[in-house]
């Protein structure tokens, strides 16, 4: 079966500037995570998709940030606009189950921001 | 809340000899416990579980870990190192919500 998928691997912008990152869950996997590791530090999360509905946006770190998946297949993060400390490496997964099912990872999309 | 402490940041350990990743953990409820690794330029490859049952739990590529609930720990290990070990393992934790928290990660360097 195809993995996760994530798109694109990297990106650079500048401050202010708008990016969007993809991710392409595995096929059948109902549950879509979103998390971001900043250098150095913990994987955190961001947010939890069950198909198409928002289950637990908690970690979302403000409303510069904007995660859809329509129709409960891909899901997109936008961050508009930018800034400086959005920096880091954002990773999706998925999962079939909740609780102890594993998450499958994505390869993750390394934003920098100058 | 829950937490994950990794307290160390690397260990360098000699080919052919055993390794400990260490790994403990705060959590409300009863635990659930991963460990992944990742390779550079690449995502978090799933290790092994806990959930219930046996303390000792085996996973990919000769790894096991032991859940220590007295302890809370969940430190991970290999009775000998491969230089292919060599990665960034974090340790993670669940406990009936949806969300994971992960440690900062530990850099594994194995020694030719």
């Known amino acids: 079966e195809a993995g996760v998928t994530q798109f694109p691997s990297h990106s650079v912008i500048e401050k202010g500037q708008t990016v969007t990152l993809r991710c392409d869950p595995i096929?059948?996997?109902?549950?879509l995570y979103w998390y971001r590791r900043v250098m150095g530090k913990e994987i955190k999360f961001l947010l939890h998709?069950?198909?198409?509905?928002?289950?637990?946006e908690s970690g979302m770190p403000n409303n510069r940030f904007l995660a859809e998946r329509t129709g409960g297949t891909y899901s997109t993060l936008k961050v508009q606009p930018a800034e400086l400390e959005d920096s880091g490496v954002y990773f999706c997964?998925?999962?079939?189950?909740?609780?102890?099912?594993?998450?499958?990872f994505g390869n993750g999309t390394r934003l920098t921001v100058t | 809340a829950q937490s994950v402490a990794q307290p160390e940041d690397q260990v360098n350990v000699a080919e052919g000899n055993p390794l400990t990743v260490k790994c403990t953990y705060s959590?409300?409820?009863?635990?659930?416990l991963f460990w992944y690794v990742q390779y550079p330029n690449r995502g978090l490859q799933f290790l092994l579980k806990?959930?219930?049952?046996?303390?000792l739990v085996k996973g990919s590529y000769g790894f096991e870990a032991e859940f220590n609930k007295s302890q809370t720990s969940f430190h991970l290990k290999k009775p000998s190192a491969l230089v292919s070990d060599s990665a960034l393992y974090f340790c993670?934790?669940?406990?009936?919500?949806?969300?994971?928290?992960f440690g900062k990660g530990t850099k594994l360097s194995v020694i030719p």
């Open positions: 997964a998925s999962s079939l189950n909740t609780g102890g099912s594993p998450l499958h």
């Open positions: 993670a934790v669940g406990a009936g919500s949806y969300q994971l928290t």
């Open positions: 998709f069950v198909k198409e509905s928002k289950q637990d």
């Open positions: 806990y959930i219930t049952g046996d303390n």
């Open positions: 959590v409300s409820g009863n635990p659930y």
């Open positions: 096929s059948g996997h109902d549950n």
